[in-house]
């Protein structure tokens, strides 16, 4: 049964289960992915996924009707997350970026070498506070000013985060493509460890 977005959010608004089913299943996968970036398993994030969609349908009677429900969606699954985050640990960066190369590495390298799920991966093992703000900021479309707000953090803070997260990537990028050419290498030339 293909169903518009209006008649979706107006059968959940008068209770109807099935509805409330349809609008799950409608966005779950991509909320899911929203939560998983700020997370650090699955589990966790279909966790917060399951409180984002309580508070979804308990607020759902705040949305109304212009703008993006999809982006309002998203907004109160990031909004979980961050609040999850900081339930569960502080937010201070931990990792030291010290002897971080700045060697440049082009996005089409990155892209044709790495798959979406080891990047994700590599996003989850930031520290809590520059996964934060790498989400907010490059997946989120958020300000640094915005992102302060959110975390009650400085905005000089935000944007010192975000490098530091971007450092830590590339760190690991870089070295998830040297074991990738090194593992090619070793499988061209027949060698052996």
């Not at 969609?53 to 212009?66: G, N, S």
């Not at 907004?75 to 502080?90: A, C, D, F, P, T």
């Not at 707000?149 to 990537?169: C, F, M, Y």
């Amino acid at each position: 049964m293909d169903v518009s977005e209006q008649q979706l959010i107006k059968g959940c608004l008068e209770g109807i289960p099935v509805f409330h089913q349809m609008l799950y299943k409608r966005y779950a996968s991509k909320m899911l992915i929203v939560c998983m970036r700020y997370s650090n398993s699955r589990e966790e994030a279909e966790d917060i996924l399951q409180e984002g969609f309580i508070t979804v349908f308990e607020k759902m009677y705040q949305f109304r009707m212009q703008g993006s429900f999809e982006g309002w969606v998203r907004r109160i699954m990031v909004n979980k997350s961050l609040e999850h985050l900081r339930k569960e640990s502080k937010i201070y960066p931990i990792q030291p970026i010290d002897n971080i190369e700045d060697k440049f590495v082009s996005p089409e390298y990155v892209l044709s070498t790495i798959e979406a799920k080891e990047l994700l991966k590599m996003i989850q093992e930031l520290p809590p506070a520059y996964k934060m703000v790498f989400n907010m900021y490059v997946f989120d479309g958020m300000t640094h000013k915005e992102i302060a707000a959110a975390l009650g953090i400085a905005e000089g803070t935000s944007k010192s985060n975000l490098s530091d997260a971007r450092k830590v990537l590339k760190k690991k990028i870089r070295r998830n493509i040297l074991m990738e050419e090194k593992i090619i290498y070793y499988e061209q030339s027949g060698a052996r460890e």
